[in-house]
Structure formats: C-alpha cells, structure tokens
C-alpha cells in the first residue's frame, strides 16, 4: 500500500455521501467532491460528466491523488503528507500565501507554512501534529471571518480529532525514527551521521543552531541547495545530508 493509498484510507471514512448543505460554499458535493470540481476534472480527462449523485470511490479517487495528494502532500514526509493531504481535501492545497488567515484561499499550503512555524524540527510524526494544531488555528481564522461556517465547526473538529488519534495509533504501531543529520565525507561516499558536535565542515561551523537554521529554510524534501559552502539536500524521510559545496 503506497503512502497516498494509506492517507486515503483515513480521508474516504469522513468523506459521505451525496449533500447540498445551503451553508456550505461548495455547493452540490459527492464522497466529498464538489460539483464544479467534478465537471473541472472530467473535461480535462476528456471524459463524460456522470451525474454527482452516480459517483463511486473509484471515479474520484484520481481526482483525489492528482489535485490533493501530488501538489503538496506528496512533497512531505510521512505521516506529515496524510496530516496534509486531509488538509489539502478540506481547504485545497493553496498557494502558499500565508497572510491571509481567514480566506480558503491560503488552503493546506498556509497550514504547512503555520505548521514549521510550530515545529521547525522533531519527529515526523510531532510535525504531522503540528499540522493538525495549525489546522485548528485555521478553523477558528475561518470562522472570524465568515461565523456562518461556525455551523461547521463540530464537525470539523470531530474529523481533526480522529486524525490526531490516528495519527498516533499508526506511530505506535510503526514506531519512526527521528529525522537524522548526515553528513558525505571527504572526497564522497555513503553519508555518515553527525555526531552532534560542534565542528567545521565545508569551512561553515556546524552546530545545533546552524541545523535548526537550515530545517527552517529548507523543511521540504529535495535538494541540491546551496548554503554559504554547503550543499543540502533533504531526504522524503527528513533526513537533512549535507555535502561541501565545490566550486
């Protein structure tokens, strides 16, 4: 089972059937997709639009990998990209836009952005927590800004509750190591881990403060990037592995 499928798992228990809530914004919705979504993706599948009433976990589940799960999600970590991908179903991925803490518009990307704020280290699954709490701190935002979503609110809370606890049951189940910092040798190789000890490399002193500096600059997975005569990349498990930048 793939990352996305697991993530999934939990986002089909809490995304019903067939509403037309008069409250909600998105109007017409089915196993939590929305009519005008519905009709977005079908066009530019180039297949037929079915009535939303007829839809089935199998016709939307592409939707759901393709517009929630690969924008944002996929980019994290797990169990930060299932914290994030539920996110990304409520509010949409966003686009990162973090001044804007009433409006859907800031979506999942501005609670990832809120989330770093948190927890700009710890283990993968403390940040997924971080998440659900800056997700909450994004309900209330919506709220103040619209109080007639506040008849959502339960609902929403009931959901970002049964996260947080499944969050932690799959941690106990699979207990995770905590992200590591690496670093290549001299002259290449397999990377080695950092022994915690304040030293130079790559001519920049490496130290604890140095490490939380370039999480919070780099919190996602990818790389090369360069940092004064570092180069850094982050693995999808968090880890950080740092090479000396040549020239």
């Known amino acids: 089972m793939t ?7 939990f986002v089909r228990r809490w995304e019903g059937g067939y509403v ?11 196993l939590g997709v929305t009519k005008s979504n519905w009709v977005r993706w079908c066009q530019s599948q180039g297949l037929p639009i079915k009535p939303m009433k007829q839809l089935t976990p199998a016709d939307v589940k592409p939707l759901y990998e393709a517009w929630y799960w690969k924008p944002l999600a996929a980019q994290y970590p797990w169990p930060v990209s299932a914290a994030l991908y539920d996110c990304s179903v409520n509010h949409g991925p966003g686009d990162g836009n973090p001044f804007d803490e009433g409006g859907r518009e800031a979506g999942a990307s501005w609670i990832a952005w809120k989330a770093r704020q948190l927890c700009p280290n710890g283990t993968p699954l403390q940040q997924a927590l971080a998440v659900c709490d800056a997700r909450e701190a994004f309900y209330a935002a919506i ?10 609110q339960k609902g929403w809370m009931n959901r970002l509750n049964a996260l947080r606890t499944w969050l932690k049951e799959a941690a106990a189940a699979t207990p995770e190591a905590a992200p590591q910092v690496l670093l290549v040798p001299k002259g290449g ?59």
Do not use: C, M
């Open 3 to 9: 990352d996305f499928e697991k993530a999934h798992a």
């Open 189 to 247: 190789g397999e990377p080695v881990p950092w022994d915690g000890k304040p030293a130079p490399y790559g001519g920049v002193p490496l130290t604890a403060a140095l490490i939380e500096q370039l999480r919070l600059v780099y919190p996602q997975p990818g790389g090369p990037w360069t940092y004064q005569g570092l180069k850094v990349y982050v693995r999808r498990n968090g880890d950080l592995v740092l090479e000396r930048f040549k020239a």
């Open 20 to 30: 037309n809530h008069p409250n909600d914004k998105g109007g017409e919705t089915n």
């Open 143 to 152: 709220i103040r800004h619209d109080p007639s979503q506040q008849v959502f």
